[in-house]
Structures are given as C-alpha cells and as structure tokens.
C-alpha cells in the first residue's frame, strides 16, 4: 500500500490511528498488538505472500537476537561472535537470494557467454531497508546495547509500518522507549505535528516529485533508445531527476516521520537539505542520514579500524590530519570508502549502474578527504580559504552529485554513458525554435555558439520552469523539518544550525489559524493531485 493512495489516506491510516486511541484508553498492551496487526496488514495489502516471505527471516533473528543475549550474560564471547556471524551471513544471503541472484545469473551471462536463466523471483517490499535494520539489531544485541525484549517487541520495532517499506532505518533503542513511554492515547499537540508533517511530504510526492518525473522519463527514455542526447536536454535530464528523487524520498521521509508521530514516536530525520551541501561529505551528512549512519557505523568505521590495527601493528603510521603519509591515506581512509560506497550502490539496486554510482561517490568522497588533508598542510588559513573556495565547492559539489545521478536514473550503461556525453557536448547544443524566439536579442548569439533547431517540444520550456522552481525551493526555503523546529519533528540534526548560514525565509509553525489555513491548502493541493501514475523511488530497494 503506497503512502500516496487513496486507500492509505482515507482508509489505512484513519482507521489505524483511531482504532489505535480507542484501545489505548483502555490498554496499551491492546494497542500495541492492534498496530503489530495493522502494520502486517499494511505489508500484505499489495502481495500477502509478502508476509510469508519475511516472516521466517523475522523469527529466525528473533531467535538468534535471543541466543545471543543469553550467551552474552553468559559471558561466552566467542560463542555470541559465531552466533553474530552466522546471523549476519544469514541476513546477507536471504537478501542476496532474493535481491541479486537474477543480477548475479545476468552477471555471469555477460562475462562467460552463457545463457543461463533462473526463474523469476520476489521481491519482498523494504527487504533492503528491513535486512540492514535486522543487522544492526544483531549488532547492538551482541554489543551489549540491547538488554532485552520480548517477541512482541521485536515484532514492533521490524514491522512499525511507517518506516517498514523504506526506513528511515532506525536503531531498536531509539524507537523500543519511546512506545514503552508513550501513553498511546490521543494527543492533539502530536496529531498536529504529525498531519502537518504527513501532508507536507505527500505535498512534496504527488505534486512536485510526480510533476517533474514524465518530463525526465521521457528524456532517459529517448536516451535508452540511442538517440542521442543533446547538452541542454541532457543538463535537464540530469537536474530534473535529482530534484525528482529528492522530493519524492524527502517527502516520503515528511510522511512517515509524520505518521510515526501520531503514534507517539519521534523517528531519525532522513533529509537535511542536501542540495546545499558544499562538499561531498557534507552531501553524505544531509542525504539520507539513517543509511549514512549505518553504513558509517557497521561497515566503514570497524573496517578502518582492522586496517588502523594491522599498520599500526607493523609499526606504521595511520591517519593522523595534515601529517598523513600516502600510505596510511590509502588504506585507511581510501579503500575503506570505497568499499562502504560500493556496499552502498550494490544496495541500492542490482544492477551496474547502481555499483558504478556507488564507487562514483567513494571516489568523490576520497578526493574530498585527500584536498582536507592537502589544504590543511599547504593552506593553514582557514578564513581565506572558506572565503575564496566556499562558492566554487558547492557548485563544484552539486555538479558532481547530478553526474552522478545519471547512472542512479539510468537502466545500463550505456544510456547513462549517453546522457553524460550530451552533458559535456559531444552531441551538440539544440533547443525548440520557439524557445529561442523567446531569447530575443539573445537569439543571434545561440546561434553563433552553434545552437541547433531541435523538433518541437512542448515540454522543453515546462520541464526549464519546474527545474527552476525546484532549485529555488531546494537552494533557498528552509525544509519541513526546519519549519517545525519547534514542535521537535525529528532526531539526529541541529535543526536550528543551518539557519545560520541557509535560506533567508525564516518560517516558523505554530498551533494558530494561519498555519491551520496553510496546511489545509497544501493538503487539498496535494489530495487533489492523488491517482496519478506514481511509485516512490525507493520502494523496491
């Protein structure tokens, strides 16, 4: 069941949030049962053998989330790591087989010639998103972060409905005291918050995110086919699905965090205005925050921390700031990041552009850390250089991830290789005749840059408006989550911080008449815009 449904928004959520206070009144331990229910029937609602698939995966962790808790007060260490292991591995091959095994078999068609084929497969909804929040579960169990739970617990904290199909991706002791805390009854202040946060995101979906999308698929399309992509149709291409994905996972990031708060849970925040980052590593601590953490935590940080051990072991340096050998930069920090970015694309899709995406961004994100290092021998003072490098490394930045993004969009190689070409104009500069009557004294001067006359296209001048739009929007207004600062919508970022340097339009929601006119506006706007042709972005991931 979409977010974006008629079914989910008159429907799902209206019976489950009452139903939910009305068994609350009288027992907690009712509600909590009806919300499990409710959110396995919001998981079966599209495919019900959905719920058979990731059942056995959801007892099989739970049972060795519980042997390792009571080796781990049992104080057999190496007994919990092989647990660890085999549940990890586990995780890993029950996504691998149902997510990768197609890719895998496509795979070694292309490299050995053969013509194998495997029945199609699948996908369980979220198996990405609910894998990696099983891992971290395991982890933290073993850690000693956990100290208990029961069944009924653990079967909350995996099929919490909000962010079941596309995360965030939470922590089992960020969300577990929160629904021991909350009184799971009906509370106005919080109902608010969480409607203003679900319609602001559904906002962002169907009315922004599905606006632009016809506009870029059908450039991509054309690209997919081999025609060849001209330089101002390919930039649009490129800006248009960046803008197109970040609303639409932005907006359904606003949506669930909103939903979860009608629950009386606070979830992580997922956005924090990535468009404006001025390096990719500020990029990375914007976008996509829970996944970032994640992969920060589980995969980055202890691989970089084997690596640190075995140099130091051999008596060789690690990473210590400006003083950094080549060496110690390459192994701990480079590859590391590599590998992590990697990770992350393979997780994002099975497919080559994802993987190439994925390594795209650990080089990016290398060069970054390399020009930190360099800057902080060669360049020691900092305040000429924020004020000299600061324009030109956001530009710089936003380039990069647009680039990137081709290959997130495309579906192989060679489409994206031919988006790209046209973005770098190797096949030439072209715009609709009447978009260059439109440029006026500006006409003769495209034309001696060589502008070609390209076929009639009504959607040439739209798709040059909504990308300005969006840009503005993105660039220059502060996010949901900033408006509602005040109301707390979110943890995990300073919601006040980029304020100080962001968007001069400082909005502020409160519980009065006007915000209550403004929501209900943007909620009709937005209602009236549902049954369309959509599908969030990261459904299927």
Same mark, same amino acid.
């Given at each position: ?8 928004? $008159? ?26 229910? +409710? ?15 990731? +059942?056995?995966?959801? @007892? ?6 519980? @042997? ?34 197609? $890719?895998? &078999? ?10 194998? &084929? ?23 169990? +073993? ?31 960020? &969300? ?10 009906? =509370? ?21 995110? =599905? ?5 870029? %698929? ?34 359904? %990031? ?10 009386? &849970? ?15 590593? =500020? ?5 996509? @925050? ?16 084997? @690596? ?38 393979? !997780? ?7 993987? $190439? ?8 994100? /290398?060069?970054?850390?390399? !020009? ?19 324009? +030109? ?15 997130? *969009? /495309? ?35 495209? *034309? ?36 509602? /600062? ?7 970022? =300073? ?13 502020? !929601?409160?519980? %009065? ?25 990261? !459904?299927?991931?």
């Amino acid at each position: 069941m979409l977010f974006n449904s008629y079914e989910f928004v $008159f429907f799902f959520l209206p019976i489950t949030a009452i139903a939910f206070y009305m068994l609350g009144s009288r027992s907690k331990s009712l509600a909590i049962g009806w919300l499990i229910l +409710a959110s396995l029937a919001f998981y079966a609602w599209w495919r019900p053998l959905n719920v058979a698939l990731i +059942a056995p995966s959801i @007892l099989i962790n739970y049972a060795l989330a519980r @042997l390792l808790l009571r080796l781990g007060a049992g104080q057999k260490p190496a007994a919990a790591r092989a647990v660890l292991v085999v549940g990890i591995a586990f995780n890993v091959m029950f996504l691998g087989y149902f997510k990768y095994a197609n $890719f895998l &078999v496509r795979a070694v068609n292309d490299v050995a010639g053969t013509g194998y &084929v495997l029945d199609h497969i699948i996908l369980p909804l979220g198996i990405s998103f609910i894998t990696f929040q099983k891992i971290a579960f395991l982890v933290d169990v +073993a850690a000693g972060r956990v100290k208990e739970f029961t069944l009924r617990d653990y079967c909350l904290f995996v099929l919490f409905f909000p962010q079941l199909i596309a995360g965030p991706i939470v922590h089992y002791r960020e &969300v577990m005291p929160q629904f021991q805390a909350a009184p799971c009854r009906f =509370d106005g202040s919080a109902v608010a918050v969480g409607l203003t946060l679900f319609f602001a995101g559904l906002f962002k979906k169907v009315v922004l995110a =599905d606006g632009i999308s016809p506009m870029v %698929s059908s450039i991509y399309a054309d690209a997919a086919g081999g025609h060849p992509i001209t330089m101002l149709y390919a930039w649009m291409a490129a800006i248009g699905f960046t803008l197109q994905i970040y609303f639409d996972f932005s907006g359904y %990031s606003d949506m669930a965090i909103g939903i979860a708060r009608l629950f009386g &849970v606070t979830l992580p925040a997922n956005f924090n205005s990535p468009l404006r980052a001025n390096s990719i590593i =500020d990029f990375w601590l914007r976008w996509h @925050l829970t996944l970032t953490r994640f992969l920060t935590a589980y995969i980055y940080n202890p691989l970089s921390l084997w @690596l640190t051990r075995r140099r130091m072991a051999k008596g060789l340096k690690g990473v210590s700031g400006r003083n950094t050998p080549p060496g110690a930069f390459v192994t701990v920090l480079m590859l590391p990041t590599l590998f992590t970015m990697g990770i992350s694309g393979l !997780w994002h899709g099975a497919g080559y552009t994802f993987i $190439f995406w994925g390594f795209l961004h650990g080089i990016f994100l /290398s060069i970054n850390h390399l !020009w930190i290092l360099l800057t902080r021998r060669y360049w020691p003072n900092h305040q000429r250089y924020d004020f000299l490098i600061n324009s +030109a490394s956001f530009m710089l930045t936003f380039v990069a991830v647009v680039s990137a993004m081709v290959f997130f *969009k /495309s579906d192989t190689m060679t489409s994206a290789w031919n988006v790209l070409a046209g973005m770098i104009g190797r096949h030439g500069i072209a715009m609709p005749e009447a978009t260059m009557v439109h440029l006026g004294h500006f006409a003769g001067l495209a *034309k001696a840059l060589v502008v070609q006359i390209a076929p009639p296209d009504v959607h040439f001048g739209a798709l040059a408006r909504w990308i300005a739009g969006l840009l503005a929007v993105a660039w220059f207004c502060p996010n949901t989550l900033q408006i509602l /600062s005040a109301a707390t919508p979110a943890t995990g970022v =300073d919601l006040q911080q980029p304020y100080k340097h962001g968007p001069a339009l400082h909005l502020r !929601w409160s519980m %009065s008449f006007v915000w209550l006119l403004a929501v209900t506006v943007t909620t009709v706007v937005a209602v009236l815009h549902l049954g369309g042709v959509s599908e969030f972005l990261y !459904w299927q991931f």
